[in-house]
């Protein structure tokens, strides 16, 4: 099982933006699906954003479309998701994922985590 790492989690004022990394080395296989989710304290772990491996298949949960980007540098192995215009309810800690297969959203079907980093939107 190889490890996902994610980085760039922080504190940020509401309307402030941050962006998410995740090394994830390995994934350079064509079939390999890369997401992020999110679990804020003492809710589920909920999807938030999803590429293939060529970048043209993108899906992202309605909470975050038009503030969030996902986005993926197969050549260094990396995973990104920009996210502007934030609010107090993105505050959560946000998980790297990985599968084989298609873009899903649903939790269970990825294989690969990452440990997380936490990001705090202040109001």
């Known amino acids: 099982q190889v490890q996902l790492e994610e980085s760039g989690g922080g504190l940020v004022q509401a309307g402030g933006s941050l962006r998410l990394s995740c090394a994830a080395p390995?994934?350079?296989?064509?079939?390999?699906?890369m997401a992020w989710f999110r679990q804020a304290p003492g809710k589920e772990r909920e999807f938030v954003a999803a590429?293939?491996?060529?970048?043209?298949?993108?899906q992202y949960a309605d909470s975050v479309k038009g503030r969030f980007t996902i986005s993926r540098d197969n050549a260094k192995n990396m995973v990104y998701l920009q996210m502007n215009s934030l609010k107090v309810e993105d505050t959560a800690v946000y998980y790297c994922?990985?599968?084989?297969?298609?873009?899903?959203?649903?939790?269970?079907?990825?294989?690969?985590w990452g440990q997380g980093t936490q990001v705090t939107v202040s109001s």
């Open positions: 994922a990985a599968r084989l297969g298609a873009v899903s959203t649903t939790r269970r079907y990825y294989d690969d």
């Open positions: 390995g994934r350079t296989s064509s079939s390999y699906i």
């Open positions: 590429v293939s491996w060529s970048g043209g298949t993108i």
